[in-house]
């Protein structure tokens, strides 16, 4: 059994150095290595493994959508229950198209709608590293949605709608850093897929790019500079948050911790620097500023100022500036602008623990008040973080903690 693998790896060796297979062996090995890179910045195997499980790609993640759940399917080489037996054509037009081997529409939880922004190569070279993936029998049954919204057909008008097909080219007007960054940031790295708003169907509102959208119990806060959240980071700010985790300003924790942990910790410091140099050029508009935000009464607000005292301020310190790389500061920090309080309150009923990265190994963590604070204390202080520290957020109700609190007691993640 061992000699195989052995002599064929001699043989390539050989070959490499002299024989006329040399080239394309080298060009296969350097195909697969893009090939990593990108599946790793296109995050392909975080939606298609189950966390911690042994088998990369092989599927079974289920997918929250605004219309149900969807599960990831084994994308492993398996013949069976893979994609072991798709041509490269069959897997071009699934990834870029979201047309499925059979003709069928996929769903957009596949993000093809950004994924369409690679070239042909780019997905060619998935495909090859794809194909050193161990092979996985794991026949997953996709779709779970409920009537109407299991009928795939219906996905054609949606593509109708939201799918603009293309790949990504380079505005000559811009440098190749912001090109770079704009290549990752709307092609594989689907920054939009979670940070800009949705219409009803869950297509993209593109004149509203990565201003914000709540997904999966979280809030993805709008990433916009210019007047936008992001205004005071500088790309090195934006950089180091993607690279490391952390930054001066902030920390990510779930979702985000998981792109960070999976993704953007794996780009090359040019790719982070590229995406927050591309970020820094998306304008966005002063957070709520359609609408002057609920202000907390004088009462809730000194009952959430002496609560924050008491229970915050050792970490964020009474100004909430925090401390650099380990406590966000509250003020920069655009979670805590969001027109919709999702993550303030998942935050501060579950605390958090920010990722760790190779760039900086302890990702600190914050405690959860969930159980010593009740509903209107706990409203009190996020009204008063969100509106001593953020920038034109509305005030939180003891109503939206206690049903923040209902949902995530019926979350499993
Ligand atoms: C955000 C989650 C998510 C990410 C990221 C993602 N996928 Fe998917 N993928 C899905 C879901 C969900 C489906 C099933 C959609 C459907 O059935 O309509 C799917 C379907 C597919 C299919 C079709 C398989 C089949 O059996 O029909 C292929 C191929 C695929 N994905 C490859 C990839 C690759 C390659 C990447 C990275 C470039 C990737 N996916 C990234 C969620 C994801
Ligand atoms: C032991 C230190 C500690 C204490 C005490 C603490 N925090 Fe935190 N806090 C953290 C850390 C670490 C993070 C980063 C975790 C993350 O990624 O969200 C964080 C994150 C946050 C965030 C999200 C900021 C971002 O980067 O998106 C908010 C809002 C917040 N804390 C509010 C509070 C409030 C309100 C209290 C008091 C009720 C509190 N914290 C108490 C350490 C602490
Ligand atoms: C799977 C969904 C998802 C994807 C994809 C995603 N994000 Fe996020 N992002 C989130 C969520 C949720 C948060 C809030 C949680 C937190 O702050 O820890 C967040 C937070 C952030 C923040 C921190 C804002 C702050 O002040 O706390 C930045 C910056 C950011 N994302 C940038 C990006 C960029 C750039 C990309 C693409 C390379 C990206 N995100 C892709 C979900 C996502």
């Not at 996929?106 to 070239?119: D, E, H, I, K, V």
Request: with cysteine; proline share 7%; net charge neutral.
């Amino acid at each position: 059994m061992r000699k195989g693998p052995t002599i064929a790896v001699v043989l390539i060796a050989l070959g490499a150095s002299t024989g006329p297979g040399a080239s394309a062996d080298l060009q296969d090995f350097a195909a697969v290595e893009r090939g990593r890179y990108l599946a790793n910045a296109a995050d392909c195997g975080s939606c298609h493994t189950i966390p911690g499980s042994e088998h990369p790609f092989s599927g079974g993640r289920p997918i929250e959508t605004p219309f149900g759940v969807l599960a990831a399917p084994n994308i492993t080489p398996d013949r069976e229950t893979g994609i072991g037996s798709w041509t490269n054509n069959e897997f071009d037009a699934a990834v870029r198209r979201g047309i499925s081997r059979n003709g069928a529409r996929l769903y957009p939880a596949m993000p093809f709608p950004y994924y369409t922004r690679m070239s042909r190569e780019d997905v060619a070279d998935i495909r090859a590293y794809l194909n050193t993936i161990a092979p996985v029998h794991n026949a997953v049954q996709v779709n779970r949605l409920p009537f109407p919204f299991n009928l795939r057909a219906a996905m054609i008008v949606w593509d109708r709608l939201y799918f603009t097909p293309g790949e990504f080219h380079d505005d000559v007007s811009k440098s190749k850093e912001w090109n770079r960054g704009a290549y990752l940031a709307q092609g594989p790295a689907h920054c939009g897929a979670c940070h800009t708003p949705k219409t009803v169907l869950g297509g993209d509102k593109p004149s509203e790019a990565l201003r914000g959208y709540m997904l999966q119990g979280w809030t993805a806060p709008d990433i916009t500079s210019g007047q936008g959240p992001l205004r005071n980071w500088s790309v090195d700010d934006i950089a180091e948050y993607l690279k490391a985790g952390h930054n001066k300003n902030a920390a990510a924790a779930g979702l985000m911790g998981e792109v960070v942990d999976l993704s953007t910790s794996k780009m090359t410091d040019q790719d982070t620097r590229a995406i927050a140099t591309y970020l820094k050029g998306v304008t966005g508009m002063a957070p709520g500023s359609s609408a002057t935000a609920d202000k907390a009464d004088k009462d809730v607000t000194a009952a959430g100022g002496a609560i924050f005292q008491d229970l915050c301020s050792a970490c964020h310190q009474q100004d909430g500036k925090g401390v650099a790389n380990m406590f966000p500061n509250l003020s920069e920090a655009a979670t805590t602008s969001t027109q919709d309080p999702a993550t303030v309150l998942r935050v501060i009923l579950q605390g958090a623990q920010s990722v760790a990265t190779d760039r900086e190994p302890t990702g600190p963590a914050m405690p959860a008040f969930g159980w010593q604070l009740d509903d209107a204390q706990l409203a009190a202080v996020a009204s008063y973080v969100r509106g001593r520290f953020g920038k034109n957020a509305p005030a939180v109700s003891a109503d939206q903690v206690r049903k923040a609190r209902a949902a995530l007691t019926a979350r499993t993640d």
